[in-house]
């Protein structure tokens, strides 16, 4: 049972442009939502994250909106930069922070070009 | 910031054989530490958590007699896989919760960077 799904494995945007990945969850027991970057070989970068009790959180090009209703999170990243070409992992916990278990969905490889 | 670190980095191993990871926080006490493991292209999987001290909790459908996991001390947690088959070769990252000055005050987790084994 995936609790938390990445329906687009692949995403291809140009530099400068806006990066919209999208993660959907079915537990509303989730609190506390995460988005994790990863390279090949190396384990997660935290990015940002956001509670429950939030509808949006923006860090610098990083921005997450959460909609609890239809239990659907995305990340934008504005602009785009050939340095964010990685896979987005976005996570879910019960709890109010990250220290807990996290449940990830399957991950999205993003491409940026030049 | 918080370091964790893996030891080996990647490990080839014959089947039948045990082969065991480390997970060390490096700068800050890690009361809890959680094992994880990814097949190619596929998501990170949730193995067991561990806190210091005590027995791990593993998650459903995770053989606790084949993955010992011991976690002695607040900084170290080990990941033991008894005798490995090829279907267990996979990306294994551990992460490491605790409180951390440099965060702010906070409580947060970091991940290792994984340890890739190769059972033959």
């Known amino acids: 049972d995936q609790q938390v799904k990445q329906n687009s494995p692949s995403l291809s945007v140009q530099e400068g442009r806006i990066s919209i990945l999208n993660c959907d969850y079915t537990?509303?027991?989730?609190?506390?939502f995460l988005w994790y970057k990863k390279y090949p070989a190396e384990g997660p970068t935290f990015l940002i994250s956001?509670?429950?009790?939030?509808d949006k959180n923006e860090d610098g090009r990083f921005t997450v909106f959460l909609n609890k209703s239809a239990k659907h999170l995305s990340l934008h990243i504005v602009p785009s930069q050939p340095g964010d070409s990685a896979v987005y992992f976005c996570?879910?916990?019960?709890?109010?922070?990250?220290?807990?278990?996290?449940?990830f969905g399957q991950g999205t490889t993003l491409q940026v070009k030049p | 910031g918080a370091v964790v670190s893996q030891h080996p980095s990647w490990v080839i191993c014959k089947s039948g054989t045990s082969v065991k990871i480390e997970c060390r926080s490096l700068?800050?006490?890690?009361?809890?530490m959680f094992w994880y493991r990814q097949f190619p292209k596929q998501s990170l999987m949730l193995m067991a958590t561990?806190?210091?001290?005590?027995?791990?909790?593993?998650e459903q459908g995770v053989e606790k007699d084949k993955f010992l996991i011991n976690h002695a001390s607040l900084t170290l947690s080990t990941l033991t896989v008894t005798s490995a088959h090829p279907e267990d070769s996979s990306f294994y990252i551990c992460?490491?919760?605790?409180?951390?000055?440099?965060?702010?005050?906070?409580?947060?987790?970091?991940f290792g960077p994984g340890t890739r084994l190769t059972v033959l």
């Open positions: 996570a879910a916990s019960r709890g109010s922070s990250n220290t807990g278990k996290l449940i």
């Open positions: 537990n509303s027991m989730f609190d506390y």
């Open positions: 992460s490491a919760s605790g409180f951390l000055v440099s965060s702010g005050g906070t409580d947060t987790q970091y």
């Open positions: 700068d800050f006490q890690a009361t809890t």
């Open positions: 956001i509670s429950s009790i939030k």
């Open positions: 561990s806190n210091e001290g005590s027995k791990a909790t593993y």
